[in-house]
C-alpha cells in the first residue's frame, strides 16, 4: 500500500469519527428539548391601536393609529417615524427567559415601584425598572411577573419627544393635487 492510499484510509477513518460523534450528540436520547419561554406581552390578534409612553421627569408620548399609519398626539402632534414605531411594536415579539413573580421581589429597590417608565400599548402595561449591574438586562414587568430582557427599548423611549415626528422630507403623506 502506499502512502497515497494510506492517507486516503487515515482521512476516510477521521471523517467516519467526526460523523459518529456528531450523531451521537444530536441523538442524545438524555438530551431535552429547550424550552421556549412565552412572549412577554401577549397581543390579541387585533392590531395595537394606541401607544402611550409615561416617563418619570419627562413629558408623557401618545400615539395612535390612523388610516393604517401612526400620529403622535401628545406632547407634539404630527406624523410618528414608521421605524421607530415599529421599534417600540418589537416589544410583542420579545422572549425573556428569566421570570419572577412580582410580589416575592422588592420592586422599590428595582425601580419598578414606582417605574422609572411606563410603556401602554392599548390596554397593556410593561412597566421598565432598573438594569442588572453584572450584564445589563433590565427588570420589566407585565401584571404579575417580573421579566429580565435585554435592554434595548428603554433608551429610545426615554428619547426626545421630537425625534419620534417624520421630517417633512420623509413625510408619508402625498402631496396635494395641484389646483387648476
Same mark, same amino acid.
Given at each position: 500500500?502506499?502512502? /497515497?492510499?494510506?492517507?486516503?484510509w487515515?482521512?476516510?477513518?477521521?471523517?467516519?469519527? @467526526?460523523?459518529g460523534?456528531?450523531?451521537?450528540?444530536?441523538?442524545? +436520547?438524555?438530551?431535552?428539548?429547550?424550552v421556549?419561554?412565552?412572549?412577554?406581552v401577549?397581543?390579541a390578534?387585533?392590531?395595537?391601536?394606541?401607544?402611550?409612553?409615561l416617563? $418619570?421627569?419627562?413629558?408623557?408620548? @401618545?400615539?395612535?393609529?390612523? =388610516?393604517? &399609519?401612526?400620529?403622535?398626539?401628545? +406632547?407634539?402632534?404630527?406624523?410618528?417615524? %414608521?421605524?421607530?414605531?415599529? &421599534?417600540?411594536?418589537?416589544?410583542?415579539?420579545?422572549r425573556c %427567559?428569566?421570570? !419572577?413573580? $412580582?410580589?416575592?421581589?422588592?420592586?422599590?429597590?428595582? !425601580? /419598578?415601584e414606582?417605574?422609572?417608565?411606563?410603556?401602554?400599548?392599548?390596554? &397593556?402595561?410593561?412597566?421598565?425598572?432598573?438594569?442588572?449591574?453584572?450584564?445589563?438586562? &433590565? !427588570?420589566?414587568?407585565?401584571?404579575?411577573?417580573?421579566?429580565?430582557?435585554?435592554?434595548r /427599548? !428603554? %433608551?429610545?423611549?426615554t428619547?426626545v @419627544?421630537?425625534?419620534f /415626528?417624520?421630517?417633512?422630507?420623509?413625510?408619508?403623506?402625498?402631496?396635494?393635487?395641484? @389646483? =387648476?
Amino acid at each position: 500500500m502506499n502512502v /497515497l492510499m494510506r492517507r486516503r484510509w487515515i482521512n476516510l477513518g477521521l471523517l467516519g469519527l @467526526a460523523v459518529g460523534l456528531a450523531a451521537l450528540t444530536w441523538f442524545d +436520547p438524555g438530551r431535552e428539548l429547550p424550552v421556549i419561554p412565552p412572549l412577554l406581552v401577549m397581543v390579541a390578534t387585533d392590531p395595537i391601536e394606541r401607544i402611550e409612553v409615561l416617563r $418619570a421627569d419627562q413629558e408623557a408620548l @401618545a400615539f395612535e393609529r390612523r =388610516e393604517g &399609519r401612526w400620529r403622535m398626539t401628545a +406632547p407634539h402632534s404630527g406624523w410618528a417615524n %414608521p421605524v421607530l414605531i415599529n &421599534r417600540v411594536l418589537e416589544v410583542t415579539t420579545v422572549r425573556c %427567559p428569566l421570570q !419572577y413573580p $412580582a410580589a416575592e421581589l422588592d420592586r422599590p429597590a428595582l !425601580y /419598578l415601584e414606582p417605574p422609572r417608565l411606563r410603556l401602554r400599548l392599548d390596554d &397593556r402595561e410593561i412597566r421598565f425598572g432598573a438594569t442588572t449591574p453584572t450584564d445589563g438586562l &433590565r !427588570y420589566l414587568q407585565v401584571g404579575a411577573t417580573v421579566h429580565l430582557c435585554p435592554d434595548r /427599548l !428603554y %433608551p429610545l423611549l426615554t428619547s426626545v @419627544a421630537a425625534g419620534f /415626528l417624520t421630517s417633512t422630507i420623509e413625510s408619508p403623506e402625498p402631496p396635494a393635487p395641484k @389646483a =387648476e
